[in-house]
């Protein structure tokens, strides 16, 4: 069979599910291997075809009909992603095709005896992943002489000062500096920073057992501070293919984002060396695949290497943070997430943690990144020692939660270790974020071993809190009782929060996924500048059904929407309780007509809600020019969520302690609200202590 006639239809991507005997034949042809692409550097000289069947050899490729080279090589796949379900046994082709030419390439297969299927193929196009540190100083943050006016210098008030507190817990290095594990504070005015992971550790709580992979740009894993904690079984290097994962030296640094990642989480503890890793005592391994040009089949083998070995994967990178892209994973990668929360953890789900992105300062929006759309990764973005929202921070509806990292130019960042054996008190960006969730959720998974994918977002959710970062705006109460804000999810993670929640946690319901396409008949789909679209989408939840959904997890909108100027384009989606989530802001930056096909936004906003009524979707273009025209496409809203109430939700909303490291003393404002002996004597470990007490209770 020759397959050449579907090219018009399969253009760059082809789904072939017939069965045919002997020789098999398919072609690439000048439509699916992009011309521009085609004669770029960036020309990929790499496609991947599977196999349902092994028993098959390869006899050569063909050009035109006529034989020009044997290059393709079959193999069994060492791709964990394609070795299972349908695509077991499989096979991988990679093919190199020489030459750069619009010519139609067609590759002739050889069946042996048995029925061959081809189930797609796909050229592997080069991908731009951008690591989410490294930040340029954003000029508002460059600092400026500014000398104080003060008339009279007695007037200067005098900030109560704490003697800095000689705190013996560890005894490395910079564990002075790791202000986000300890109360490192030495004035009252600042709020307590910490994650409040102290308590966790002495409940003999470090991580033991978990095993967490960065996927990144390597590991420097002979470090005397990751060392102890390397695993080589989860470790692996998809740039040059091999099972060595040290990064590639360069005077510049640029391959240190792994290594410092990989500290965050697990440097070890009481040796001397660099800090403490959140998560001291875990397993850390490292999948180098930044390091080169990235394809959806390395994005695909780094999300499932040594699947059944990992509990957590942490990504600090992802599509350009430039303010203009819309790019999520492709193919393989997305199946190796489904894979993973399906079968990971022995089927309990593997975990995916994601930075949120750095795009702040281009005006960038995290809601046009598909890798934190994604219900199966969480996405975790970023608060500065002040509590505050970083200038680099991205806001979107798929965040879930914030760590601390660096903020404005004098505040502190993140310790961790560094190339050549070396430490930095400079970690930067969600970069810095993402590995601290990673190793907080790794606290938790030592806690209670059985906690599922969901059941980790579900605590998230119910223990992070409001009111380290309630300063910031943006913050709504949907009507589950669940504050949240799209620059900071759910709030600020507590570690002792989640990890004694995670103790005597039941497991939450089965999820369901109700699908509702969107009927837009006697709507109208059509809008301008200044004239939004409105568009109900009534839904039962699919009552009655298998399906059937009442409390609300993800939702999901996958739409197409074509317009003049994409950047200009702002979506929200108001649920049938009236919460108003905006699943898109505006992009200065992004002039792209190509509008958004198939892409799916996606929300956490609601969670806990119901998910039966009306829901309100609304378009709008308010930045214009007012040229501006377009409308909308098929649209699915896809709710997931469970029937029944999950257990922790039985016994009313959420409380919230809106005490938890409170900012004391601020100046200017509380000052006068404490009596500053009482304060010295009481305030100190305040809410640290009743939560302790309150847990040794609990247990
Ligand atoms: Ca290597
Ligand atoms: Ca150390
Ligand atoms: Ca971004
Ligand atoms: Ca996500």
């Not at 290059?71 to 991988?92: G, M, R, T």
Request: hydrophobic share 35%.
């Amino acid at each position: 069979m020759n397959l050449t006639t579907l090219h018009k239809d399969v253009q760059r991507f082809l789904l072939v599910q017939s069965a045919l005997r002997a020789i098999l034949t398919f072609a690439l042809t000048e439509t699916w291997l992009d011309p521009s692409v085609h004669n770029s550097e960036l020309f990929n000289p790499e496609f991947n075809v599977f196999i349902s069947d092994r028993k098959f050899a390869l006899t050569n490729m063909t050009r035109g009909g006529g034989v020009v080279g044997s290059s393709c090589i079959a193999e069994k796949s060492s791709d964990p992603v394609v070795q299972e379900d349908n695509y077991h046994p499989a096979l991988e082709i990679t093919c190199n095709l020489i030459e750069r030419t619009k010519t139609l390439f067609a590759v002739s297969i050889n069946a042996d005896d048995d029925v061959q299927v081809v189930l797609w193929a796909e050229e592997q196009e080069y991908k731009t992943r951008q690591k989410r540190d490294f930040i340029t100083l954003d000029p508002s943050d460059v600092p400026k002489i500014r000398v104080k006016r003060y008339e009279d210098q007695r007037r200067i008030y005098k900030r109560p000062m704490v003697a800095p507190v000689v705190d013996k817990t560890f005894n490395d290095e910079l564990w002075s500096q790791q202000w986000y594990l300890r109360d490192t504070r030495t004035r009252y005015d600042l709020p307590k920073l910490d994650l409040n992971v102290l308590p966790v550790y002495k409940e003999g709580i470090s991580g033991k057992g978990v095993r967490i992979s960065i996927l990144d740009d390597g590991i420097e894993y002979t470090h005397d501070d990751l060392r102890e904690n390397y695993d080589p079984d989860i470790s692996y290097d998809c740039n040059d293919d091999d099972s060595d994962p040290l990064p590639r030296y360069e005077s510049t640094k640029s391959n240190s984002h792994g290594t410092r990642c990989a500290g965050e989480v697990a440097m070890s503890a009481n040796n001397g060396k660099c800090g403490i890793g959140i998560a001291f005592n875990a397993k850390i391994g490292g999948v180098k695949m930044l390091d080169g040009l990235v394809t959806d089949r390395i994005e695909g083998t780094a999300l499932s290497y040594a699947q059944h070995l990992v509990d957590i994967y942490s990504a600090s990178w992802g599509p350009n943070d430039d303010g203009k892209t819309v790019d999520g994973p492709g193919r393989l990668a997305k199946e190796a997430m489904q894979r993973g929360v399906t079968h990971g953890r022995g089927g309990k789900g593997t975990i995916y943690v994601w930075a949120s992105g750095n795009g702040g300062s281009k005006n960038d929006n995290c809601n046009c990144d598909g890798y934190l759309a994604s219900p199966f990764t969480i996405s975790i973005g970023s608060a500065s020692q002040r509590g505050e929202f970083p200038w680099y921070g991205e806001a979107c509806a798929s965040t879930l939660a914030v760590t601390y990292s660096s903020g404005a130019y004098k505040d502190q960042m993140i310790a961790t270790t560094d190339l050549n054996n070396g430490c930095t008190i400079k970690h930067t960006g969600t970069s810095a974020s993402a590995p601290l969730a990673a190793g907080i959720i790794a606290l938790g998974l030592e806690a209670n071993p059985n906690l599922t994918w969901r059941d980790v977002q579900h605590l998230i959710v119910w223990t992070s809190e409001l009111a380290p970062v309630v300063e910031n705006p943006g913050w709504q109460q949907n009507s589950a009782g669940l504050w949240f804000n799209n620059r900071f999810g759910f709030g600020l993670m507590n570690s002792f929060g989640f990890v004694s929640t995670a103790v005597n946690w039941t497991t939450v319901p089965e999820r369901k996924t109700c699908e509702v396409v969107v009927d837009f008949k006697l709507q109208n789909v059509s809008f301008t500048f200044n004239m939004p679209a409105k568009i109900l989408i009534p839904t039962s939840g699919c009552k009655g059904t298998h399906q059937e959904i009442k409390y609300l997890e993800h939702v999901e909108l996958k739409t197409n929407i074509n317009y003049t100027v994409r950047g200009a384009l702002q979506i929200h989606l108001e649920s049938p309780s009236g919460t108003e989530v905006q699943l898109l802001a505006t992009r200065k930056l992004d002039k792209s007509d190509n509008g958004f096909v198939n892409w799916t936004f996606m929300s956490v906003m609601t969670w806990g809600e119901v998910a039966e009524g009306i829901w309100i979707l609304t378009v709008s273009d308010t930045m214009g020019p007012e040229s501006n025209y377009g409308n909308i496409g098929e649209t699915t809203l896809i709710l997931h969520g469970t029937k029944q109430l999950p257990n922790h939700m039985r016994y009313g909303p959420r409380n919230y302690n809106h005490n938890y490291n409170r900012i004391h003393d601020r100046v200017g404002t509380s000052r006068s609200q404490f009596n500053e002996d009482v304060f010295y004597n009481n305030n100190i470990l305040d809410y640290y202590n009743t939560i302790i007490t309150h847990f040794v209770n609990e247990i």
